[in-house]
């Protein structure tokens, strides 16, 4: 998300030097003209610093291959980086047991093997709620309200 200064502002002068032009043909005066130089001129130092001080978020692929399309952040730091493998799971719901807070694991452990499986499919199988809904014949807001119930159900548990 690099921001080469030298050529976006080229470009921005460039496309003032037209609109000066324009703006005077329009009949507008240098006060005005000038005013809204400076208001896009801080838009650009405002991009600019966005550009240079925002870290790209992490490439949706998980795989070791592609270190150049990792972010830095994970470059610099390896503890940031999480990789398992499916065979670490010996049952579907298996990935309960990785759960760090003994609490959350707990209250997960209680629920019904339907709830484990509607969050299995959300969090392991990355289905989205509309497909979920499709894969059980019901709509999707049916789906949200499951999500709800469990949600409720880890909060108290």
Known sequence: MGF??????????QKWALLRKKYRKAGM???EIQEMYEFDWNAFLSERRYREHTQPLPSESFSDD???SM???FKKFD????????DDFT??????ETIEDQELCASLKVLSANDLELITRMVI???SQSDIAKKEGCARNTVN???????KLLREG
């Open 145 to 151: 309200k499951k999500l709800a119930r469990i949600k």
């Open 125 to 127: 199988d990355d289905y």
């Open 91 to 96: 049952g579907r719901y298996s990935w309960v």
């Open 29 to 31: 005066s240098k006060e």
């Open 66 to 68: 592609d270190e150049d």
């Open 79 to 86: 503890s940031l980086k999480v990789t398992f493998s499916e």
């Open 4 to 13: 080469n200064h030298a050529a976006e502002r080229k470009k921005f002068e």
């Open 71 to 73: 972010s830095g952040l």
